[in-house]
């Protein structure tokens, strides 16, 4: 009788984020006990094609050696072939390792708590809310929490009043500003502009990206991270510092591409501001309510000290070599151990949602 946990590992997806997400989702399979847990492959090609169990793995197949491979691939059951929701009687939980847009943004826990099926990670409301940064910053500012003065606008309020839009930039934020998609993860489709010139190309960028766009002013600062792990009770781990390759700010190449940018864990601070800033990533992680983990990233000016939240990120990445798995390492959490509390907090959470009354009489 197989006593293992089956869990369905989702990864890939119609994101700009699809290839974080298959170094992401190689990352916590390569992690996970084969002698405790049966893993279910679940990719999602950038069309949106589903493609479960080995045709799935032959999506990450450049991530494992020939013998990983081998490993993992006669241990999937040969009648998974497909994923349906409505088939709960395959899986036990579901880590779903999709970053950005239909993934991280509450669509697919919304299909997972419809098939009542326990996952990882963030539930429907917060995983929107944090995927959206202008609505999360709403909710920030709802809970004093302190930001950097931005602005936010629809593709089609930009259509109709472009050269109103451009002067309201400048006249409240100036430049340079940063300019991004409002629902996009990994610094995609985001500028930085110094000109007006710049400014509208950055526009033109990011909106091709999503519909809605968020500008904020640049600030000079050092860019520090926490992660946070829990459910109701959740714990913050020491800051880190992202010491950028780039000069102009913490874009997508210096994230994945050069490898030259720097983390420094812990952060160079004082044990109040590390003390307060972990008490600011948790007051954030409850204010929108996650659960399972986020990354919170802060700016610390570099003229006055001042912390200010950045956004927040309800799946980081997550290899071993990322931020998060970095920070909880360093606070005394391994990387299989982080993967093996992430699924039991999966299970606590979907075991207390169990107890709700769904039905009402009279």
Known sequence: MNNKIRVAVMFGGKSGEHDVSLSSASSVIKSMDLEQYQILPIGITKDGEWKAGSLGLAMLSKHFTEEEYNQINEQIPEDFTQFNPL?????????????????????????????????????????????????????????????????????????????????????????PCIVKPANMGSSVGISKAKNEEELVAA????????????????????????????????????????????EEFYDYKAKYIDGKSIMKIPADLTEEVALQIRAMAIKAYQAIDCSGLSRVDFFIRKDTGEILINEINTMPGFTPYSMYAKLWENSGLSYSDLVTRLIELAFERHAEKSQLETKFEI
Request: proline content about 5%; some cysteine; glycine content about 8%.
């Open 203 to 246: 526009l033109e960028l990011a909106f091709q990206y999503d519909r809605k766009v968020v500008i904020e002013e640049f600030v000079p600062a050092h860019e520090v991270e926490v992660a946070v792990l829990g459910n109701d009770n959740p714990e913050a781990s020491v800051p880190g510092e992202i010491i950028s390759s780039s």
């Open 87 to 175: 088939r709960v009687d395959q899986i036990d939980v579901v880590f779903p390792v999709l970053h950005g847009t239909y993934g991280e943004d509450g669509t697919m826990q919304g299909l997972l708590e419809i098939a009542n099926l326990p996952y990882v990670g963030t539930g429907v409301l917060a995983s929107a809310v944090g995927m959206d940064k202008v609505l999360s910053k709403k909710v920030f500012e709802q809970v004093g929490l302190p930001q950097c003065k931005y602005l936010h606008y629809l593709r089609t309020q930009f259509e109709k009043n472009e050269e109103y839009i451009i002067n309201q930039i400048v006249s409240q934020l100036g430049f």
